[in-house]
């Protein structure tokens, strides 16, 4: 089953106005000097920097996305962004259900699949994370975890096209700590199973599951040459366009 791999950068609560436009025109550049890439590309800047980042990747086969939406089309929600907003702003994508959303805002399996339903039904496309906390790895209870997630937090009616899985195991963001091959792919098998079981298997075969934390130029082959993994979330070296590219090329992009 052909999966065309996404290297989608997650630039979080990084970047004023120059430097994000900076960063995305080397992106942009970057992508355009590989020709045909084999991959998918994605940036997802804070809400901020979506209009400047848009015009920057003008030209650019790199996709838009934000970080997160809200489940309503308007209203009364001060300070939220519906998922139409960010269509009409020109993003095709959003992240939902970051462990640091879940963590810091308390978003749980059910308003991360209440989210997931509204940017389907707006158009976008939703990278929807999973991932277990390092106590949790150490009670031997990763795949349990990222099932239940997987479980409550993917809209029932999710299809290959408009979902993409991303497994961060939450003890390896931004640390530089990266489980090993073997404990990625079991996971990354667990959850298509689990996806088969929920999805049915032709859309399960078909969606993407990428892989997040600590990648890096250094581990990417590694990590994308498994066979399950279908791309990567980058939050770190995604600031740097050099790193964000050589983690592309490095994966045979
Ligand atoms: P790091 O690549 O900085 O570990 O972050 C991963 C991440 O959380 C991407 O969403």
Known sequence: ???KKLIAGNWKMNGLLADGIDLAKNVAGGVKAMGKPQCEFLVCPPFTLLTSVKKALRGAKVALGAQDCHMAEKGAHTGD???LMLKDLGCSYVILGHSERRA???ETDAIVADKAVAAHKAGLKTVICIGETLEQREAGK???ICRNQI???VPADSTAVDT???YEPVWAIGT???PTTQDVEEVHLAVRKVLAQKLGKSTAGKMRILYGGS???SNAKELLSLPDVDGALIGGASLKAEDFLAIAKNSEC
Request: hydrophobic residues 45%.
């Open 176 to 178: 530089g700590k990266v």
């Open 142 to 144: 990763a795949v349990e």
């Open 1 to 3: 089953m052909a999966r």
């Open 151 to 153: 479980l409550g937090s």
């Open 215 to 217: 990648v890096k130029p």
């Open 81 to 83: 962004i519906s998922p």
């Open 164 to 166: 993409v899985i991303a």
């Open 104 to 106: 810091d805002h308390g």
